[in-house]
């Protein structure tokens, strides 16, 4: 199982950012994926998920409304995409399939 993510960066508050995550070592369209994210001196929290097909997603309580979690199978991606963003989604964002292995991360920053 591999895990690439990518598109992080620097943002000002209220910019948005996408994310991508490119899977290997598996059959991505079987399987449920999901983002999490890590702030420095915090514990990992889930941001969100979604089904196998793309048909159901949850968010975690803070972002709703704000995130969007997609994925497309024929290229096995799945995507975050983070509108009105703020200083407190500052973080290395991840994302997970079922199976153990975590990616490297892509940094988040927002700042003005």
């Known amino acids: 199982v591999q895990l690439v993510e990518s598109g992080g960066g620097l943002v000002q508050p209220g910019g948005s950012l996408r994310l991508s995550c490119v899977a290997s070592?598996?059959?991505?369209?079987?399987?449920?994926m999901s983002w999490y994210r890590q702030a420095p001196g915090k514990e990992r929290e889930l941001v969100a998920v979604?089904?196998?097909?793309?048909?159901?997603?949850t968010y975690a309580d803070s972002m709703k409304g704000r995130f969007t979690i997609s994925r497309d199978n024929a290229k096995n991606t799945v995507y975050l995409q983070m509108n009105s963003l703020k200083p407190e989604d500052t973080a290395v964002y991840y994302c997970?399939?079922?199976?153990?292995?975590w990616g490297q991360g892509t940094q988040v920053t927002v700042s003005s």
């Open positions: 997970k399939s079922p199976f153990p292995r």
């Open positions: 979604i089904t196998s097909d793309g048909g159901s997603t």
């Open positions: 070592g598996f059959t991505f369209s079987s399987y449920f």
